[in-house]
């Protein structure tokens, strides 16, 4: 029986995988998957893009802002996968940033948001393109908190 494995993150390879498509081993090296990649040619893989098995990985399917981008400074987004399950995240810009800080005092006098995503502008386009990038490098989740 072949090995398969789903891609969890396509790294640079966006050209060869597809993050939850899955994949037949060909060859196997200590730390490398080769296989047959959307291009049609054999190409090794780091095993670390990749999970053993047929698995469901679960892919940003839907996005909202709830806010609205002219009142506020930091963002609130919602996210939604193919899994069902919704997270979220704030979303700002270096400029909104600033303005964060410069219209309250805060105590302590630094910020630690984990789930802030921070882009050059914000426009649909801008907030679709960063996060669809987040998530196919496997990045989203960490940069966003379950939403219950």
């Known amino acids: ?31 490398k998957f080769r296989i047959s990649g959307n291009h049609g040619r054999r190409v090794w ?25 002219n009142e506020y400074n930091l963002i609130e987004v919602t996210l939604m996968f193919t899994n069902k399950s919704r997270r979220w995240c704030l979303i700002t810009t270096p400029d909104k940033l600033k303005n964060y800080f410069n219209e309250r005092e805060l105590e302590p006098p ?10 050059k502008t914000l426009t649909e386009d801008i907030i679709e393109r960063t996060l669809l990038y987040l998530d196919n490098q496997d990045e989203l989740f960490t940069a966003s908190k379950p939403l219950e």
């Open 45 to 69: 893989i780091s095993k670390d893009y990749f999970i053993e098995g047929n698995i469901e990985i679960p892919i940003l399917n839907n996005w909202r802002l709830d806010d609205d981008i």
């Open 1 to 31: 029986m072949n090995t398969i494995v789903t891609c969890k993150c396509i790294g640079n390879y966006v050209h060869a995988i597809t993050k939850g498509k899955s994949y037949e081993v060909i060859e196997s090296s200590e730390d």
């Open 110 to 119: 630094g910020i630690n948001i984990q789930h802030l995503i921070i882009v």
